[in-house]
């Protein structure tokens, strides 16, 4: 899977957008890119994903730069529930392994 | 839709003992990955199973770790004789099938405690 490099902490404040960014500059064009996060304590949860378009659901939004090289994950108003660990991952959508390779991610802390 | 299911939620053995953990997938799906995670770091991948075959056991320990996914039945991850480095939150995950895949979805986990 193709590295991806992901800010250690971030802080947001309540009812702001949170904008967690992720580099994966060696992505390869079959690669995807998903975001997961792990709330404390818990399993971690599917947010979204997307190859090169811009996606949007219920959670979050994902912006991909147009080389593909970063993505942004957007939490547009986020609360102090969203204060998670948040992983940025690319792999291929239907690899023979399926595994998730988890880096370090991003621990957000959402303050009120 | 009851989501993945783990149990028990937590489990403490003495060392030397043996730990069962369990998994029932969600409704419908038939993959299923077991990660590890230990204290203060990142879910490290251990094995892929689909009912009754092991497709990748390559993040499993060489000895003690074993793992089944019956046709009937929940998938068992098998700790034989326990020391206390493999005190950690074992997670399972389950998804629908190959062009669905990567998005797993995630039990809440089963904390082992060895003393």
């Known amino acids: 899977d193709a590295k991806t490099t992901q800010p250690p902490s971030m802080d947001c404040a309540e009812g702001r957008a949170a904008n967690l960014p992720c580099n994966h500059s060696t992505i390869s064009g079959n690669e995807y890119v998903y975001w997961y996060r792990q709330i404390h304590s818990q399993g971690p949860q599917y947010i979204i994903h997307g190859l090169k378009n811009n996606e949007t659901n219920e959670m979050a939004s994902l912006i991909i730069t147009e080389d593909r090289k970063s993505s942004t994950l957007i939490l547009p108003h986020a609360t102090l529930r969203d204060t998670a660990v948040y992983y940025c991952i690319v792999r291929p959508r239907n690899n023979a392994g399926n595994m998730l390779t988890f880096g370090g991610g991003t621990r957000l802390m959402v303050k009120p | 839709n009851a989501g993945v299911m783990q149990n028990p939620r937590h489990l403490v053995r003495r060392r030397g003992q043996e730990a069962r953990l369990r998994c029932s997938p969600m409704k419908g799906h038939s993959h299923v990955y077991w990660y590890r995670q230990l204290p203060e770091e990142g879910l490290k991948f251990m094995v892929y199973l689909q009912k009754e075959n092991i497709i990748d056991e390559s993040g499993m320990p060489k000895e003690r770790f074993s793992a089944e996914f019956p046709k009937e039945g929940p998938s068992i991850l098998r700790i034989q004789q326990v020391v206390r480095g493999d005190s950690a939150a074992y997670f399972c995950?389950?998804?629908?099938?190959?062009?669905?895949?990567?998005?797993?979805?995630f039990g809440p986990g089963t904390r082992l405690t060895v003393l």
């Open positions: 995950a389950s998804s629908p099938g190959r062009d669905r895949v990567s998005e797993q979805f």
